[in-house]
């Protein structure tokens, strides 16, 4: 079965840490490119973190330098570790998956998607 399924959201005070993960099943574990993103109520869905096939990485500046995406060796597993967090990042996030290596940056090109966990800052 070809899914994506999130899990380690929660609760946290400001300044704390979280890492969320993403287990990858089927031939998503091979997609060239995955990432993160997050939705809050009332906003368009973002994008916090990618990683392709090489590895390569790419962040908003809105979380440069407090999150980190990452995959385990087997490539069945998509983290994203999440320090110094802010009330403003309270959100659904979500994993993701794309074929399109060339567009890994825009949101639009991921067509597999998980079903989110919740990430809930309190200030």
């Known amino acids: 079965q070809v899914q994506l399924v999130e899990s380690g959201g929660g609760s946290v005070q400001a300044g704390g840490s979280l890492r969320v993960s993403c287990a990858a099943s089927g031939y998503l574990r091979s997609a060239p490119c995955m990432g993160w993103f997050r939705q809050a109520p009332g906003k368009e869905r973002e994008g916090v973190a990618t990683?392709?096939?090489?590895?390569?990485?790419s962040y908003p500046d809105s979380v440069k330098g407090r999150f980190t995406i990452s995959k385990n060796s087997a490539r069945d597993t998509l983290y994203l570790q999440m320090s110094s967090l802010k009330p403003e990042d309270t959100a659904m996030y979500y994993c993701?998956?794309?074929?399109?290596?060339?567009?890994?940056?825009?949101?639009?090109?991921?067509?597999?998607w998980g079903q989110g966990t919740q990430v809930t800052v309190s200030s």
């Open positions: 990683i392709r096939s090489d590895f390569s990485t």
């Open positions: 993701a998956a794309t074929w399109d290596y060339y567009n890994c940056h825009s949101t639009s090109s991921f067509t597999y």
